[in-house]
């Protein structure tokens, strides 16, 4: 059974730093990984897609690496904001014809001005 | 506007009823899945729909029951038997393609009285 790890599970940094967040997975038969953006209270927003024959995705200031044999993936953030404050969950796809997604509990960011 | 709704907003239950949680796109996904989040936690899969008139059970169907008569609708009955409803349930939607990102609704927040 895939079960997925995010660490740390809450960080505070000020504003302007670079951070990593990190996720473990134990199946590595995925199909592709997903990392979100929730907001509290809210429904999730869709960062990035990486697929599993993909190493890296880029948008914006953030950049989602992956590297399925030994089950990480990375989420950097450039140049943090108050606004990147949230929780951000990383969620590996199962490798059925489903499009299951297997969820950590996440990592909740607070960027101070 | 293209999107999912979730109604409503926020649901109370009294002991021994069921309630039915709303879910509506207009997107012509053809999938469509059911979450549970509970406080500090990652979101567990209860039930998915891959097509109309069939759907399967996810992590942690027990207590819930959904119908899938219709390409845009998902709804999903908290009943009796769930001794445990109070959380927050999110409602997702995928194009077809396993390689595809899920798009989710904004949840319905589910209080017992």
């Known amino acids: 059974k895939q079960e997925v790890t995010q660490i740390p599970a809450a960080l505070s940094v000020p504003e302007g730093e670079n951070l990593v967040l990190n996720c473990s997975f134990t199946?590595?038969?995925?199909?592709?990984l997903q990392w979100f953006r929730q907001d509290p209270g809210k429904g999730l927003t869709s960062l990035l897609l990486i697929q599993s024959s993909q190493r890296e995705q880029t948008s914006g200031r953030l950049n989602a690496s992956l590297d399925k044999s030994s089950g990480r993936s990375t989420l950097y953030i450039a140049a943090s904001q108050p606004g990147d404050s949230a929780t951000y969950l990383c969620a590996p796809g199962d490798s059925s014809n489903t499009g299951k997604l297997i969820f950590g509990q996440g990592t909740t960011l607070q960027v101070k001005p | 506007d293209g999107g999912i709704t979730q109604s409503p907003k926020y649901l109370f239950r009294k002991e021994g009823q069921n309630v039915t949680l709303s879910c509506e796109q207009n997107l012509n996904h053809d999938a469509m899945y059911w979450y549970r989040q509970d406080p500090g936690q990652g979101l567990r899969l209860i039930y998915y729909?891959?097509?109309?008139?069939?759907?399967q059970k996810g992590d942690i169907a027990e207590g819930y029951s959904v119908s899938r008569e219709k390409k845009e609708s998902f709804p999903l009955t908290v009943t009796s038997a769930q001794k445990n409803p109070t959380a927050f349930y999110l409602c997702?939607?995928?194009?077809?393609?396993?390689?595809?990102?899920?798009?989710f609704g904004p949840g319905t927040r589910l209080l017992v009285l």
């Open positions: 729909s891959q097509i109309v008139n069939d759907f």
């Open positions: 997702a939607s995928r194009p077809e393609g396993l390689g595809e990102t899920q798009y």
């Open positions: 199946d590595s038969a995925i199909y592709n």
